[in-house]
């Protein structure tokens, strides 16, 4: 998988020195078509699972924005509520990731949509500690992070 990155890396560097431009604009186009052509060779050289994963990690991504816009909304709902009664709780979220770098990224994604906040992880990797503003369901909670940012992560990354 990160062999065929570098090539497409590589092959859109190419792209951009026959252009004689390195812009950002350029480099993106020359990466989008270097995916193109190595996706119309996938099968001879076995790379199927790189553009799996390539779609994967887009999902995420997207669920990701789909989070935040949503938060965003309900975060401003809760300031400007003329009636403020906010339920402020910290939950322990039991993790199923258990790499390092999945663990941060999850961490990392709680903590960039508003109204949450990653404050720890125990010792032992199993248990994540998050701060949230305004909480109706715990158990609720739990379960959208589990079913959504967890298993995304679980799947784009292993």
Same mark, same amino acid.
């Given at each position: 998988? =990160?062999n065929?990155?570098l090539?497409?890396v590589?092959?859109a560097?190419? %792209?951009?020195? /026959?252009?004689?431009s390195f812009s950002l604009l !350029?480099l *993106?186009f020359? +990466? #989008?078509? &270097? &995916?193109?052509?190595? %996706?119309l060779t996938?099968?001879?050289?076995?790379?199927?699972k790189?553009f799996k994963? /390539?779609? *994967?990690i887009?999902s995420?991504?997207c $669920?990701f924005?789909k989070?935040l +816009?949503f =938060?965003?909304l309900?975060v401003? %709902?809760l /300031?400007?509520?003329?009636r403020q009664s906010y339920?402020?709780? #910290?939950?322990? +979220?039991p *993790?199923?990731?258990d790499r390092?770098?999945e663990?941060?990224? $999850?961490?990392n *994604?709680?903590t960039?949509t508003?109204?949450? $906040? &990653?404050v720890d992880? &125990?010792?032992?990797n199993?248990? $994540?500690?998050?701060h949230?503003?305004?909480?109706?369901?715990?158990?609720k909670l739990?379960?959208?992070?589990? !079913?959504?940012f967890?298993?995304?992560?679980m799947e784009?990354?292993?």
């Amino acid at each position: 998988m =990160s062999n065929l990155f570098l090539i497409n890396v590589l092959m859109a560097f190419a %792209w951009c020195a /026959v252009l004689g431009s390195f812009s950002l604009l !350029n480099l *993106l186009f020359g +990466f #989008f078509v &270097s &995916s193109g052509a190595l %996706w119309l060779t996938r099968e001879q050289h076995q790379t199927t699972k790189y553009f799996k994963r /390539v779609w *994967l990690i887009i999902s995420l991504i997207c $669920l990701f924005l789909k989070e935040l +816009f949503f =938060s965003v909304l309900r975060v401003a %709902w809760l /300031v400007i509520r003329p009636r403020q009664s906010y339920r402020p709780s #910290f939950i322990s +979220f039991p *993790l199923t990731v258990d790499r390092p770098h999945e663990i941060t990224l $999850l961490a990392n *994604l709680i903590t960039l949509t508003p109204g949450t $906040l &990653s404050v720890d992880v &125990s010792n032992d990797n199993e248990t $994540l500690y998050i701060h949230c503003i305004d909480v109706e369901d715990p158990k609720k909670l739990r379960d959208d992070i589990a !079913n959504g940012f967890e298993r995304k992560i679980m799947e784009a990354l292993r």
